[in-house]
């Protein structure tokens, strides 16, 4: 089924134009507000979603990586991610581990097993847990000053991100020489 239907401002402006006020400049008003009409065609629910597919298939993915510029801001919300993440794998994985296993997992049996790792091992597995711990931490409260309305411009923005970095170091350093 086809139909016409008049959109935009036209309709509404040729009235305004032509009420019994305004009537010298007729002609003129009907030339530049000419009816501009669409035509819409009825197509049914399984047509419409072949159509809606195909249009979705010509989209890049988003974000499109082979057209944007790395930059610190999503990179740092993509490495969030990740060690929130991997922080949660860890808990969730040691708690159900602990739960099958007490005798296995308890404090005095985990604290015997590192004692008996080289310090290599030792200092390499802090790192490993110290690093997303650290940089986890400071970015939520890069977070909860963005929720503050804090840091919001681009170069605050930057700045606070150079500064979570900074502080992931220091912090993970720190933690590994404890």
Not at 28 to 52: D, F, M
Not at 70 to 76: E, K, L, V
């Amino acid at each position: 089924m086809m139909s016409a239907r008049a959109v935009g401002l036209g309709p509404a402006l040729r009235k305004a134009a032509f009420s019994q006020n305004i009537v010298r400049n007729q002609v003129a008003l009907r030339t530049i507000l000419a009816k501009r009409t669409i035509q819409t065609q009825s197509v049914s629910p399984a047509a419409g979603e072949e159509i809606l597919n195909s249009q979705r298939l010509k989209r890049p993915s988003s974000p499109h990586f082979t057209i944007y510029q790395p930059q610190i801001t999503w990179i740092g919300s993509i490495v969030n991610r990740v060690t929130g993440g991997a922080l949660s794998a860890l808990l969730y994985g040691f708690s159900i581990a602990y739960l099958i296993a007490p005798g296995t997992f308890d404090s005095t049996h985990v604290v015997e097993f590192v004692a008996g790792l080289p310090d290599y091992v030792k200092y390499s597995g802090k790192t490993i847990l110290a690093l997303p711990f650290a940089f986890h931490s400071w970015n939520g409260l890069r977070h909860l000053s963005w929720d503050m309305g804090k840091f919001l411009s681009l170069k605050g923005a930057y700045g606070s991100a150079y500064a979570v970095m900074g502080a992931t170091v220091v912090t993970t350093a720190a933690l590994v020489m404890m």
